[in-house]
Structure formats: structure tokens, C-alpha cells
């Protein structure tokens, strides 16, 4: 079992910045990817960005050049930076570790809200 709890969210105006953080905890794997996800009202979850243990990432086209996702100077935090907020990018933020298909768990989820 692997518990994920997510903080940083927040109301923040368009252009501002926030910086999102996982803690996970419990039967954790060395080998293992970690992103965040988001869902905004009434559309499906998608991706927002993932990275491996050897810290390879992958970003939706959407926050290129905006959002960083990293590992924290423990391996079982992970942090997304969050620049140049637009109102679109209003979600909850959820927080994904994935070990194999046996050992997958998502956070809680934390809101974000950017306005104009």
C-alpha cells in the first residue's frame, strides 16, 4: 500500500506561479514513475506530466515551457512547478505513483484555481 498526499494548491491569479508537492509513503519501489494529473469540471482526467526514476519527464503540450515536474532531495517527494498560470489551467491536481500494474495509487487530489 503507498499513501500520496498532496499540498501546495491554491487560488492564484493568471500569471502567477504555484508550486505543487507529493510526499508518498508506505511500500514504496525504487523503480517507479511519479507524475500529476489533473481534472478539470466536467472533462476527464489527463495528464500533466510524469518522470522516472532516472528522472526522464514527459509534459502534455499544453504546460511545455510552463510546469517542471522534479524529484525532491528525498526520492518519494515529487513537486511541480507551476508558471505562467492561465485560468485554463483551473483542476484538481492529482498526484500519481505507478510501480507496475499491481502497485498503481493515486492522491486525495488538491484544487487549483487561477483567475483572470
Known amino acids: 500500500q503507498v499513501q500520496l498526499v498532496e499540498s501546495g494548491g491554491g487560488l492564484v491569479q493568471a500569471g502567477g506561479s504555484l508550486r505543487l508537492s507529493c510526499v508518498a509513503s508506505?511500500?514504496?519501489?525504487?523503480?517507479?514513475?511519479m507524475g500529476w494529473y489533473r481534472q478539470a469540471p466536467g472533462k476527464q482526467r489527463e495528464l500533466v506530466a510524469t518522470i522516472t526514476s532516472g528522472e526522464s519527464t514527459n509534459y502534455a503540450d499544453s504546460v511545455k515551457g510552463r510546469f517542471t515536474i522534479s524529484r525532491g532531495n528525498v526520492k518519494n517527494l515529487v513537486y511541480l512547478q507551476m508558471n505562467s498560470l492561465e485560468p485554463e489551467d483551473t483542476a484538481v491536481y492529482y498526484c500519481?505513483?505507478?510501480?507496475?500494474?499491481?502497485?498503481?495509487?493515486w492522491g486525495q487530489g488538491t484544487q487549483v484555481t487561477v483567475s483572470s
Open positions: 508506505g511500500s514504496l519501489f525504487v523503480g517507479n514513475i
Open positions: 500519481r505513483y505507478y510501480a507496475d500494474w499491481s502497485r498503481d495509487y
